[in-house]
Structure formats: structure tokens, C-alpha cells
Nanobody, 115 residues
Framework: QVQLVESGGGLVQAGGSLRLSCTAS????????MGWYRQAPGKQREWVAT???????NYADSVKGRFVISRDNAKNSVYLQMNSLKPEDTATYFC?????????WGQGTLVTVSS
């Protein structure tokens, strides 16, 4: 049974920080590319950041310089450190594992940034 479980969301003031975690089970975590996506109310889900199995990272322009994605293969976990948060970062954040065309999604964790 594959499971991706996100945690760490919550309410934070603009300018603050949050660290999201996603722990995977049922997959060979180390070989998967892991990503974070977000979906704001009334909007489509959008890509935020990706980290490959070799540790290469990539970020959406909207979060570059503010967010940092990392992974700990020993803990089957991927993280998203979010700094200098803005109200427009408010969304449900999802993690995704990818291996070839096989993708798995978590249930999401809500991040609310107040102005």
C-alpha cells in the first residue's frame, strides 16, 4: 500500500516560515523524484518544487529564493522549507512521487498565510 502523508501546514503571518514534511511508505523512496505542488481555492494545482533522486532541485519562479526542497532518504521523507511567506502562498500543498510514468500523490496539508 503506497502512502504519502504530508504534515506541517498551518496558519502563519506574512513574512513567517513553515516547514512541510512528506513521508512515504510502500515505494522505494530513494529512486523516486519527489515534488511539491499547491492548489489555492478556485485555482488549478501548480508545481512548486522538485528534487530528483540524485538531489537536483528546481523551483517555480514564484517561490525561488524563498522555498527550499530537501529530502532524507533514510527517513523516506521530503521537506519544503518555506520562508518569507506571502498571502498568495495560501494553498493546500501536496507532495508527489514520480518514477517514470508512475505518480503518487498525498492528501495535502493546508497552509494559510495571513496579511
Amino acid at each position: 500500500q503506497v502512502q504519502l502523508v504530508e504534515s506541517g501546514g498551518g496558519l502563519v503571518q506574512a513574512g513567517g516560515s513553515l516547514r512541510l514534511s512528506c513521508t512515504a511508505s510502500g515505494i522505494i523512496f530513494a529512486v523516486n523524484t519527489m515534488g511539491w505542488y499547491r492548489q489555492a481555492p478556485g485555482k488549478q494545482r501548480e508545481w512548486v518544487a522538485t528534487i530528483t533522486s540524485s538531489g537536483m532541485t528546481n523551483y517555480a519562479d514564484s517561490v525561488k529564493g524563498r522555498f527550499v526542497i530537501s529530502r532524507d532518504n533514510a527517513k523516506n521523507s521530503v521537506y519544503l522549507q518555506m520562508n518569507s511567506l506571502k498571502p498568495e502562498d495560501t494553498a493546500t500543498y501536496f507532495c508527489k512521487s514520480s518514477l517514470g510514468r508512475l505518480e503518487r500523490w498525498g492528501q495535502g496539508t493546508l497552509v494559510t498565510v495571513s496579511s
